[in-house]
């Protein structure tokens, strides 16, 4: 039985639905998620999404946000995060993994 059929019958019968029948989130969702929290607890802008993974209930985002503005652009300072989010987007770790300059191509996604 797929998870959506799961969740119609469940209605139907008015049953708790398991959590292992819960679709998964999209890939833009978790994004979502992920931008939303890091932008609330960092008040920084997000760069670039530079990897994303899902293992077991939980998925791994890494992004850059801009730490520092300059000009020219390629002064530009990028911090390295990777967020971790439960199933349902909520928050469960993020951290800085490093930081470069935009001009770094180096460094680029490298946590």
Do not use: C
Request: charged share 35%; no cysteine.
């Amino acid at each position: 039985m797929k998870p959506s059929e799961v969740i119609e019958a469940a209605k139907e019968k008015s049953t708790i639905i398991p959590a292992d029948a819960q679709p998964s989130m999209k890939t833009s969702e978790v994004i979502e998620a992920a931008k939303r929290h890091l932008e609330e607890l960092t008040q920084l802008k997000l760069h670039n999404v530079t990897g994303m993974k899902k293992e077991n209930d939980e998925w791994k985002v890494t992004v850059e946000l801009v730490e520092k503005k300059s000009i020219p652009d390629a002064m530009d300072i990028f911090g390295i995060y990777e967020i971790v989010l439960d199933g349902t987007g909520g928050l469960v770790n993020f951290e800085r993994k490093g930081m470069r300059r935009r001009g770094d191509v180096s460094q680029a996604g490298k946590a």
